[in-house]
């Protein structure tokens, strides 16, 4: 039995090490258990799983953030970012004033600018890589996004 669950410990910690940049596939690990009418466990079963890490962060990335702002809807992508951050805005009422804002963990404001319909991008390039939050206020509303810059 110990020797089990020093075999289940290893194999978490190997799979919660962090990822080499030049490694291309993970192996995900899944325990599922087996009960008899009683309610004991009959049997344990650990099955493994080679994913890619290149389409599981791909997949990840192409997935906007997607969220309705009164009538408006908004797009933000890619989210962890590398430098270009895209925020698409539908639906904006002229007579509103949407504005957007960025603002470090440390709560410092980074940016402000108003928002148009359509595309609004942010370059991200010079920012340190670290959590960001994105602000976008409409009269006494607001919407905040954690962004990631890698």
Avoid: H
């Avoid at 799979?15 to 009683?38: C, R």
């Avoid at 539908?90 to 949407?98: A, G, Q, R, V, Y």
Wanted: hydrophobic letters at 35%; one cysteine or more; glycine letters at 4%.
């Amino acid at each position: 039995m110990k020797s089990t669950q020093i075999w289940l410990l290893i194999a978490f910690i190997c799979t919660s090490l962090p990822v080499m940049k030049s490694q291309t596939t993970a192996t995900e690990y899944t325990v599922s258990y087996t009960y008899d009418a009683a309610g004991n466990r009959i049997t344990r079963t650990l099955s493994s799983k080679v994913i890619s890490i290149a389409k599981a962060k791909q997949q990840q990335e192409e997935e906007p953030i997607e969220d309705k702002f009164g009538v408006q809807v908004i797009k933000i992508f890619p989210n962890p970012t590398r430098g270009d951050l895209n925020i698409d805005i539908t639906n904006l009422n002229p007579k509103e004033e949407l504005r957007m804002e960025l603002y470090n963990i440390n709560g410092t404001q980074l940016y402000n600018a108003r928002v148009q319909e359509g595309s609004n991008p942010l370059d991200m390039n010079t920012y340190p890589s670290t959590v960001y939050i994105l602000r976008l206020v409409s009269g006494t509303q607001a919407m905040e996004y954690k962004i990631v810059k890698e």
